[in-house]
Structures are given as structure tokens and as C-alpha cells.
């Protein structure tokens, strides 16, 4: 069944810490909807906790959810009411969540759509996700790939949307001296996405030396800080401001949702600046908001994106961000759990892992 058309598995994951490999049936195109072949997946960290703990937060994987919702693909079959704009053949970037879209919820209408509360998220479970050879998706939440961006770059699009919302809540500029906390996957496209705005100059930390060597290969100018275990928030901070020097930082974009690195990044930023907080960590954390309150720092979060595909879609195409050296990895269809293996394994040093058909 080596790479067999006629046959549509995913790559699930399963209670108990399981990966299973499935056979489902072709979909069918309904209202508004086409059929892609999926030609490219990442596999995100969130894909990783629902296959190896079984849950995020309240939602439980209870029965084999296919997972995945970092893809790009082809159209191969168009619904009706689909917009004449889409033609089979047609090469897009899948963006995973679908919301209701009616004039009736109030965060469809405002544009804050990552807020539905209806929103369809794939690969959420119970519903099953883009790691699927064949996938019916609505026309309306494709985008079409540009002739120069492939379907690997198409892909990684998703993680670029998370960075970019950031960014433009965030609202950094031009200048802007900058301090990225991580340098895994998100930390990696927000120091792409911060570096295009003009940020500079840019820091990055992380606990692992290789993904700092990977920031730098990246992004030359920035600098990077690695951070040892022991070391107190405040210490990071010291450490942070020494490497600032006469360019105290304005903006922390926090990449790892961890409380001490929130901490470090409240310590780290000058008087009036901010933290904005892409990473997810438990839900219950504590910062010392006494002392945010004392230096006007602002403390700000954020939930996946809105309105920021056709953005990253024309980063990439435009060449003001280059996705291609985050693919550490790729692996076929029939090889998924093989992928998960190695994106779930820290001494593999992987970035972003791939899944392509
Ligand atoms: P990752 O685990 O691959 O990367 C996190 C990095 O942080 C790792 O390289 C790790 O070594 C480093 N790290 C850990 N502790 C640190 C510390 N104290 N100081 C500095 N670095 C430290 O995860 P990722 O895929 O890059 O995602 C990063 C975060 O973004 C996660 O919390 C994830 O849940 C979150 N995320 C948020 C959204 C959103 O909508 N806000 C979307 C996607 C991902
Ligand atoms: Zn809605």
C-alpha cells in the first residue's frame, strides 16, 4: 500500500500514549468544500502532548484522533458552491481553524475569529486532523500558495501565523531592541518575524545550546544567551541587561510559556515596556505583578491568530523570511509515527519535523 492513492490513512494519536496509523475513507466534498491531498504536515508540540499525555487542558483524547494542523496540499476535487477561483491542481496553505463565521457571534463579527467559540479546530479531539493523506476542507480557509512557496514552506505557515499575531499585538518596531525567550519552533519564527520588523538588536535565550547555534545561523545579529538551570530569574535578567548594554529592551517575547522565563522576561524589560506571552504554560502560574506595577510593564497574552495567513503567505513568497532551514526532518505518509518518534525525542535536536506525500 506503499504511497497508494486509493487509500487514505492518517496518523492518529490514541489514549494511552498510542500512535495508530488508520484507514479512512476518501472524503466527499460537501457545501463549500474541496478535497486536498495533503502534500505536507508539520508536527507542532501541542501534537506531541495529545499523543504522549493524552490531553491538553480540559480536552482528552478519548478515542484515535488524527492529528496534525500545520499542512499544505493540492485540491483535487471541488464541492459545489465553491468560488470559481479554485481549480483542481490549485496549491494551497491549510489554515486548520474554522470558525462559525455568522453575524450572530460577536468575535466572528469584531474579526477576532480565533476567539469562536464554535471554532473547528482540526486535530482537536475529537476532531480529526490535516496528517491525513486525503482532507475535506472549506474553500473559504484555504490560501493559495504563491508559484515560489512550496508546500513545506506552506506548511510552516501555521507556526509563522502564531509569530506574526504576536508581533502585530505586540506592535514592536523598526529599532525596537528585543528579547525572545526560547528558540524552539515559535521562538525560532518569532526571531525570523521580530528581525524582518527591524527589530534590533535582537537576544535570544534558551536552555539548549544547539537551538541558540540554529538561531544564530538564522539570524546572525542576534545575540544569544544560554541559560543554565540554577540560574534565578533575576540572574537571567542581570545577565540580559549586561548583553543590552545601552539598548535596555523594549519588548520580551516570551516563547516558552514557562513561569521563571516570564519572570526573567518581566525583569529583563526596561521601564514602560512589555512581555508579551506567546507560550502556554499551566493555567495557574504567579508573576510579580507588584513589580510590573512599579516599572508600567504590560503583561500581555495571546490565543492562535486571526488574519495573519495571507501576511506570512507574503513574507515568504517576498523573501523577508526564509522558513526552509526549520525543517530539520521529513519522513513520508507511511513513516508518521517514525516522524513522531523523533519530533518526541529531545536528543534528536529536531526542529521542525515534516511529514510529506
Ligand atoms: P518547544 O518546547 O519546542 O520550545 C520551547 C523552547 O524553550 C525549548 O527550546 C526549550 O529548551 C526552551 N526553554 C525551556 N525553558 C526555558 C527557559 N527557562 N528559558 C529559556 N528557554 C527555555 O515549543 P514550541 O513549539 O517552540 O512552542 C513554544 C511555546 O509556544 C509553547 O508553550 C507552546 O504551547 C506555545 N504556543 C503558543 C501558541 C499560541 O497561540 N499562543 C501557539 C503555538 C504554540
Ligand atoms: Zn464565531
Known sequence: TLNDKTLNIACAYAPNAELKMLNKPIPKAEFGEVVLHVRATGICGSDVHFWKHGHIGDDYVHQPCGAGHESAGEIIEIGEGVSAEWKVGDRVAIEAGIPCGLPSCQFCLKGRYNACPKMIFFSSPPIHGTLTRFHAHPAAWLHRLPDNVSYQEGALCEPLAVALAGLQRAAVSLGDPVL?????????????????????????????????????????????????????????????????????????????????SITAAIYSVNFGGKVFVIGQGPTVQSYPVGYCSMNEIDLQFQFRYAHQYPKALRLVSGGLINLKPLITHRFPLEKAKDAFAVAGDYSQNSIKVQILD
Open 180 to 260: 525572545i525567550c526560547g528558540a524552539g519552533p515559535i521562538g525560532l519564527v518569532t526571531l525570523l518575524s521580530a528581525h524582518a520588523a527591524g527589530c534590533f538588536p535582537i537576544i535570544i535565550t534558551d536552555l539548549v545550546a544547539s537551538r541558540l547555534e540554529i538561531a544564530k545561523s538564522l539570524v546572525p545579529t542576534v545575540q544569544t544567551l544560554k541559560i543554565e538551570r540554577e540560574w534565578s530569574s533575576s540572574d537571567i535578567a542581570e545577565k540580559v541587561k549586561s548583553i543590552g548594554g545601552d539598548a535596555p529592551v523594549e519588548v520580551a517575547l516570551e516563547c516558552t510559556g514557562i513561569e521563571s
